[in-house]
């Protein structure tokens, strides 16, 4: 068993991580992470036996963020809050006055109460049985009714994680934290986020007061809050000693804070804040500790309230007042939770002394109560009590108690406001109090008879703080809040109210720049506060409602940006480019028919603007319209001949129309136009990105300069590989320069049936734009299952699988055709019944699922290569198999699911699965199918792989085909992460046996039969 890691240690490995890698470089969307890595890397440190995956914080993974009808009536009435209490109902554990108490949040609501209008909502826990008490300050339930999603768009990436990884491994030796686990919160904390946005932005709070801020509910919280300029506060619920991980030793803050920290942590007394200030670097302009002592003590101690207690709960006081000595036990939520030396005190003590156990409100349930008395029990242990013990007030069972127990509990602190003395009994106690032991404030034991003699012998005579760790005084409660509410509010009024115009025109400048500034690098969480101050100076301010908009596009939180976008043009109506922009956003959030009518309201105030001509262009053609897209192009390029650009649309609209000719016809007319010869317009076209590269490559090979062309395609696919029109293009460039006429021979067109024989039409014009082999045989085989079922007649672009495979030599696109989605309600009828949406239309995506036993063959009929194929990578099938009965192929991708961050499993997943099976196999060999096979052969020489670049024939195109026929030539397969893989097992005629990798558990796992078939 490993030794248990101290928190010194603990802090100490957190620390050197700080500084030794730039831990702010770590961010997702613009969100600074470290300080949910740090929570993480804590809690696996102090249980390092355990999984980190077991420490994940659980995000509510709602699919909108949208308030329910309730919700909207209730906030909308409560416009004129000022504060905002959040209660977690694990903290409801007070009964006073017969009603559930959150003494951690309801103390405050009772000081502020006189101060302003105030708001309580907590988080209803349906996983609980009603409570039968009512709540001392009744909460407003939010998010009741969810609407759970299953599955999220991991839309952003953890920036610069690999790096992280491997510090971390080095630095503290965990090597269980992936970045999939990041994704899996924050994807729907975002979205709760927009929720509490809208809550907020509805009742515009000066403050929200909340504890435990890294709570997975508080969390989105603390992020809307920042959204919106709104103070939040992290009150604090306990002991925050100078080893805790998240409340100290922050030594790496960046100058303009984390968003995941809140603007004030409340701390009960002065050393919780100086702890706060350690290793701040004198950073504390964010995240400032503020005393501001304990209400809930305060409230016992100070002003000294006569409470109403019920019948049973005066019984027992004045039953514990009979007792000649009571010992409360402060019992924490932690697996050894009961040290056997302490029963053993218990045991032995004098029978007259009375034992009060108080489990921690996180145990105290019933199997808890039931298991310590049965564990009690076999030591002959009764002179306890549990139950009462652990839900009486804790305050009035501290005032007739004579000494307290605790391994660390923070009530040690609270046993000292009423004159009891504490002993400490756990070494990681004695860490974090070592210094009111060695003062004598607190005791230490770890034996029978130590604890025995201390509490025979304990008194209170040395238990007065020079400085209590706990205030109790209303005067220090008083200047916390002012300080919180007034001082920040006051200097920004001051400032508003006394700025001359001209100076409020200078600090405006200066701003806007500052913004330009972080915007050009790219910088827009930076961007976004400075942009909020503009408007905090000068709310009308329409650039900076604009720009503010231009970085919450760029940060892809198209919602908001619609909105500053919206916003700005209200204000100011009459600048196109805010409509450019305004357009964009809509385009981005897919509402492309706004995005139209944005972009020709634009056009209408600066019918010159080309940007707009060609973003309306880029939007038509997305919405399917394109031949109004066509016209758009036209239309541009016959006022600006020299915008190069637009050729990619021209490209890609002859690809989808199926007419020839009209990317060389208006590249003559601008060559003619501008009275240059085409080298000239070639270079020209800047070479700056993926589609510049992809328009010269194009216009190169066209205009019959292949090798030129093709060595451009390739530069721009190494710029975006995950790309499908460029894989489309060169690699259907490639087969047409070096093996069409052996393909088909003289019949090298397509196929053109009668259509009358068909009861309508189907085509998918953009097939062969998105995704790349494997998803394109996959959408094209799920169309021509559909257009098989409903028999109608299939049209298709000149694609890369009419090249390849016997069954997909099917006619041209003829006629564009109204488009419709294969979400649309329609289709998806239609795929059950025998109703097509439409006589002719166009499919978008999708089509038919095929995991049926007829759809198989289907495919494998469809999807079988060409003789010519067939004949050169057969041999090279043959000589692997040489002597060998099993073939056993894995499909390893790599290289942009590392790039973009997707779970990626190690060779020695693979290593460990083919040890297990590898001698149960009939004479076995091993294929890996890899985009960086070259990499990772050298992990698996112990089988003898064979590899693509064994095959002695090498393609003029890229090797994706040899990997894919050895797939649907194995045995034995195991699926990566992709529709090649997929596709290829399909059309496997050998029933193969699958097998994946289980990212949860990081391991080869096999299909069981039921989902073979279904996937197959």
């Given at each position: 068993?490993?030794?248990?890691?101290?928190?010194?240690?603990?802090?100490?490995?957190?620390?050197?991580?700080?500084?030794?890698?730039?831990?702010?470089?770590?961010?997702?969307?613009?969100?600074?992470?470290?300080?949910?890595?740090?929570?993480?890397?804590?809690?696996?440190?102090?249980?390092?036996?355990?999984?980190?995956?077991?420490?994940?914080?659980?995000?509510?993974?709602?699919?909108?963020?949208?308030?329910?009808?309730?919700?909207?009536?209730?906030?909308?009435?409560?416009?004129?809050?000022?504060?905002?209490?959040?209660?977690?109902?694990?903290?409801?554990?007070?009964?006073?006055?017969?009603?559930?108490?959150?003494?951690?949040?309801?103390?405050?609501?009772?000081?502020?109460?006189?101060?302003?209008?105030?708001?309580?909502?907590?988080?209803?826990?349906?996983?609980?049985?009603?409570?039968?008490?009512?709540?001392?300050?009744?909460?407003?339930?939010?998010?009741?009714?969810?609407?759970?999603?299953?599955?999220?768009?991991?839309?952003?990436?953890?920036?610069?994680?690999?790096?992280?990884?491997?510090?971390?491994?080095?630095?503290?030796?965990?090597?269980?934290?992936?970045?999939?686990?990041?994704?899996?919160?924050?994807?729907?904390?975002?979205?709760?986020?927009?929720?509490?946005?809208?809550?907020?932005?509805?009742?515009?709070?000066?403050?929200?007061?909340?504890?435990?801020?890294?709570?997975?509910?508080?969390?989105?919280?603390?992020?809307?809050?920042?959204?919106?300029?709104?103070?939040?506060?992290?009150?604090?619920?306990?002991?925050?000693?100078?080893?805790?991980?998240?409340?100290?030793?922050?030594?790496?803050?960046?100058?303009?804070?984390?968003?995941?920290?809140?603007?004030?942590?409340?701390?009960?007394?002065?050393?919780?804040?100086?702890?706060?200030?350690?290793?701040?670097?004198?950073?504390?302009?964010?995240?400032?500790?503020?005393?501001?002592?304990?209400?809930?003590?305060?409230?016992?101690?100070?002003?000294?309230?006569?409470?109403?207690?019920?019948?049973?709960?005066?019984?027992?006081?004045?039953?514990?007042?009979?007792?000649?000595?009571?010992?409360?036990?402060?019992?924490?939520?932690?697996?050894?939770?009961?040290?056997?030396?302490?029963?053993?005190?218990?045991?032995?003590?004098?029978?007259?002394?009375?034992?009060?156990?108080?489990?921690?409100?996180?145990?105290?349930?019933?199997?808890?109560?039931?298991?310590?008395?049965?564990?009690?029990?076999?030591?002959?242990?009764?002179?306890?009590?549990?139950?009462?013990?652990?839900?009486?007030?804790?305050?009035?069972?501290?005032?007739?108690?004579?000494?307290?127990?605790?391994?660390?509990?923070?009530?040690?602190?609270?046993?000292?406001?009423?004159?009891?003395?504490?002993?400490?009994?756990?070494?990681?106690?004695?860490?974090?109090?070592?210094?009111?032991?060695?003062?004598?404030?607190?005791?230490?034991?770890?034996?029978?008879?130590?604890?025995?003699?201390?509490?025979?012998?304990?008194?209170?005579?040395?238990?007065?703080?020079?400085?209590?760790?706990?205030?109790?005084?209303?005067?220090?409660?008083?200047?916390?809040?002012?300080?919180?509410?007034?001082?920040?509010?006051?200097?920004?009024?001051?400032?508003?109210?006394?700025?001359?115009?001209?100076?409020?025109?200078?600090?405006?400048?200066?701003?806007?720049?500052?913004?330009?500034?972080?915007?050009?690098?790219?910088?827009?969480?930076?961007?976004?506060?400075?942009?909020?101050?503009?408007?905090?100076?000068?709310?009308?301010?329409?650039?900076?409602?604009?720009?503010?908009?231009?970085?919450?596009?760029?940060?892809?939180?198209?919602?908001?940006?619609?909105?500053?976008?919206?916003?700005?043009?209200?204000?100011?109506?009459?600048?196109?480019?805010?409509?450019?922009?305004?357009?964009?956003?809509?385009?981005?959030?897919?509402?492309?028919?706004?995005?139209?009518?944005?972009?020709?309201?634009?056009?209408?105030?600066?019918?010159?603007?080309?940007?707009?001509?060609?973003?309306?262009?880029?939007?038509?053609?997305?919405?399917?319209?394109?031949?109004?897209?066509?016209?758009?192009?036209?239309?541009?390029?016959?006022?600006?001949?020299?915008?190069?650009?637009?050729?990619?649309?021209?490209?890609?609209?002859?690809?989808?129309?199926?007419?020839?000719?009209?990317?060389?016809?208006?590249?003559?007319?601008?060559?003619?136009?501008?009275?240059?010869?085409?080298?000239?317009?070639?270079?020209?076209?800047?070479?700056?990105?993926?589609?510049?590269?992809?328009?010269?490559?194009?216009?190169?090979?066209?205009?019959?300069?292949?090798?030129?062309?093709?060595?451009?395609?390739?530069?721009?696919?190494?710029?975006?590989?995950?790309?499908?029109?460029?894989?489309?293009?060169?690699?259907?460039?490639?087969?047409?320069?070096?093996?069409?006429?052996?393909?088909?021979?003289?019949?090298?067109?397509?196929?053109?049936?009668?259509?009358?024989?068909?009861?309508?039409?189907?085509?998918?014009?953009?097939?062969?734009?998105?995704?790349?082999?494997?998803?394109?045989?996959?959408?094209?085989?799920?169309?021509?299952?559909?257009?098989?079922?409903?028999?109608?007649?299939?049209?298709?672009?000149?694609?890369?699988?009419?090249?390849?495979?016997?069954?997909?030599?099917?006619?041209?696109?003829?006629?564009?055709?109204?488009?419709?989605?294969?979400?649309?309600?329609?289709?998806?009828?239609?795929?059950?019944?025998?109703?097509?949406?439409?006589?002719?239309?166009?499919?978008?995506?999708?089509?038919?699922?095929?995991?049926?036993?007829?759809?198989?063959?289907?495919?494998?009929?469809?999807?079988?290569?060409?003789?010519?194929?067939?004949?050169?990578?057969?041999?090279?099938?043959?000589?692997?198999?040489?002597?060998?009965?099993?073939?056993?192929?894995?499909?390893?991708?790599?290289?942009?699911?590392?790039?973009?961050?997707?779970?990626?499993?190690?060779?020695?997943?693979?290593?460990?699965?083919?040890?297990?099976?590898?001698?149960?196999?009939?004479?076995?060999?091993?294929?890996?199918?890899?985009?960086?096979?070259?990499?990772?052969?050298?992990?698996?020489?112990?089988?003898?792989?064979?590899?693509?670049?064994?095959?002695?024939?090498?393609?003029?195109?890229?090797?994706?085909?040899?990997?894919?026929?050895?797939?649907?030539?194995?045995?034995?397969?195991?699926?990566?992460?992709?529709?090649?893989?997929?596709?290829?097992?399909?059309?496997?005629?050998?029933?193969?046996?699958?097998?994946?990798?289980?990212?949860?558990?990081?391991?080869?796992v096999c299909f069981d039969k039921f989902r073979q078939e279904q996937f197959l």
């Amino acid at each position: 068993m490993k030794k248990k890691i101290s928190h010194k240690d603990i802090l100490g490995k957190i620390l050197k991580i700080e500084q030794s890698f730039d831990v702010n470089s770590l961010y997702y969307n613009d969100i600074y992470i470290w300080p949910i890595l740090r929570y993480l890397i804590s809690a696996k440190l102090n249980h390092f036996g355990t999984k980190i995956s077991s420490f994940l914080l659980k995000p509510l993974p709602i699919s909108r963020a949208l308030l329910t009808q309730e919700e909207k009536k209730y906030f909308s009435l409560k416009k004129q809050t000022d504060f905002v209490f959040v209660s977690r109902a694990v903290d409801n554990t007070d009964i006073f006055e017969n009603k559930r108490y959150n003494r951690h949040i309801d103390p405050y609501i009772e000081y502020l109460q006189n101060k302003g209008q105030y708001l309580k909502i907590e988080k209803l826990d349906v996983t609980k049985k009603k409570e039968n008490l009512p709540h001392f300050v009744q909460p407003f339930f939010i998010l009741k009714n969810l609407v759970i999603k299953e599955q999220f768009d991991y839309l952003y990436h953890v920036n610069n994680f690999q790096n992280f990884k491997e510090v971390l491994y080095k630095t503290t030796g965990i090597n269980d934290l992936e970045e999939f686990y990041i994704l899996k919160f924050f994807e729907p904390t975002l979205v709760v986020q927009e929720y509490f946005e809208r809550i907020f932005a509805l009742i515009n709070p000066k403050a929200v007061f909340l504890t435990c801020f890294y709570d997975s509910l508080n969390i989105p919280i603390i992020l809307a809050c920042k959204s919106l300029n709104i103070k939040v506060i992290d009150i604090q619920h306990g002991k925050q000693g100078k080893l805790h991980p998240l409340y100290t030793n922050w030594s790496r803050i960046p100058d303009e804070g984390y968003q995941l920290l809140p603007d004030y942590f409340w701390m009960w007394g002065e050393e919780s804040k100086q702890n706060a200030l350690i290793s701040r670097n004198d950073n504390i302009s964010n995240h400032i500790p503020v005393v501001g002592g304990n209400l809930w003590l305060s409230k016992w101690v100070i002003q000294n309230i006569p409470f109403a207690f019920s019948v049973q709960e005066s019984q027992f006081f004045q039953f514990l007042k009979k007792q000649q000595k009571v010992i409360i036990v402060s019992i924490q939520p932690i697996q050894n939770n009961f040290p056997k030396f302490l029963i053993q005190t218990i045991k032995y003590s004098p029978k007259n002394w009375l034992w009060l156990l108080r489990l921690h409100p996180r145990i105290n349930n019933k199997e808890e109560i039931a298991g310590l008395n049965i564990k009690l029990s076999k030591y002959d242990v009764y002179n306890v009590e549990i139950e009462q013990s652990s839900t009486f007030p804790l305050y009035e069972l501290l005032k007739h108690s004579h000494h307290h127990i605790t391994q660390w509990s923070s009530v040690c602190y609270e046993a000292l406001a009423f004159k009891v003395p504490t002993t400490i009994i756990d070494p990681i106690g004695f860490s974090i109090y070592d210094k009111c032991i060695k003062q004598g404030i607190f005791s230490y034991a770890t034996t029978k008879e130590e604890l025995l003699k201390i509490i025979f012998n304990s008194c209170s005579c040395n238990m007065k703080e020079k400085h209590p760790y706990i205030e109790t005084s209303q005067e220090i409660t008083n200047k916390a809040i002012e300080f919180i509410l007034n001082d920040k509010g006051k200097e920004k009024k001051v400032l508003k109210d006394n700025m001359s115009s001209i100076n409020k025109q200078e600090i405006l400048a200066k701003l806007i720049e500052e913004s330009f500034s972080y915007q050009q690098k790219h910088q827009h969480a930076k961007a976004i506060p400075v942009l909020k101050k503009m408007i905090e100076i000068e709310p009308d301010n329409s650039d900076a409602h604009h720009f503010l908009g231009v970085s919450y596009m760029e940060k892809k939180d198209y919602s908001k940006a619609i909105l500053e976008l919206e916003y700005a043009i209200k204000l100011s109506p009459k600048l196109d480019y805010y409509y450019c922009n305004l357009g964009l956003a809509y385009w981005k959030n897919k509402q492309l028919q706004k995005a139209i009518d944005c972009f020709k309201k634009g056009m209408e105030i600066n019918s010159n603007n080309k940007f707009m001509h060609f973003n309306l262009a880029q939007v038509l053609f997305d919405k399917d319209k394109i031949k109004e897209s066509l016209e758009e192009c036209y239309k541009l390029i016959d006022k600006y001949p020299n915008y190069s650009a637009i050729f990619f649309l021209f490209i890609l609209i002859e690809y989808r129309l199926c007419k020839k000719n009209i990317v060389l016809k208006e590249l003559n007319k601008v060559i003619k136009k501008r009275n240059i010869t085409i080298e000239q317009f070639l270079k020209e076209i800047p070479e700056n990105d993926d589609k510049q590269l992809f328009i010269k490559g194009v216009l190169y090979i066209l205009l019959k300069q292949y090798n030129l062309g093709v060595e451009y395609l390739k530069k721009a696919e190494k710029k975006l590989p995950e790309s499908g029109w460029i894989f489309t293009f060169k690699t259907i460039f490639q087969i047409k320069h070096h093996y069409a006429p052996m393909l088909h021979g003289k019949n090298n067109k397509e196929q053109r049936q009668d259509r009358s024989d068909y009861k309508g039409i189907i085509t998918m014009n953009e097939l062969g734009l998105s995704g790349r082999f494997g998803n394109q045989l996959l959408r094209y085989f799920e169309i021509k299952q559909y257009a098989k079922k409903h028999n109608l007649y299939l049209e298709v672009p000149d694609w890369i699988g009419r090249y390849f495979f016997e069954g997909c030599n099917d006619p041209l696109i003829s006629e564009e055709y109204e488009t419709i989605h294969y979400k649309d309600p329609m289709f998806i009828l239609s795929v059950k019944n025998n109703h097509p949406p439409a006589k002719k239309f166009n499919l978008e995506k999708g089509g038919f699922p095929h995991n049926t036993k007829e759809g198989r063959q289907f495919a494998q009929k469809t999807l079988k290569l060409l003789p010519f194929w067939r004949n050169k990578l057969d041999p090279f099938l043959s000589n692997i198999k040489k002597n060998k009965n099993t073939l056993v192929s894995i499909h390893y991708r790599r290289g942009d699911f590392i790039k973009e961050g997707y779970y990626v499993p190690s060779s020695s997943v693979f290593l460990e699965w083919l040890e297990s099976i590898w001698h149960n196999l009939d004479k076995p060999v091993l294929y890996i199918a890899s985009d960086e096979v070259e990499v990772v052969k050298a992990d698996f020489d112990k089988f003898k792989p064979f590899i693509c670049k064994d095959f002695k024939e090498t393609f003029y195109f890229d090797n994706f085909l040899t990997d894919f026929y050895i797939l649907s030539q194995s045995d034995i397969i195991v699926l990566g992460q992709s529709s090649f893989s997929r596709t290829a097992a399909m059309i496997n005629e050998r029933s193969p046996k699958l097998y994946w990798v289980n990212p949860h558990i990081k391991k080869v796992v096999c299909f069981d039969k039921f989902r073979q078939e279904q996937f197959l």
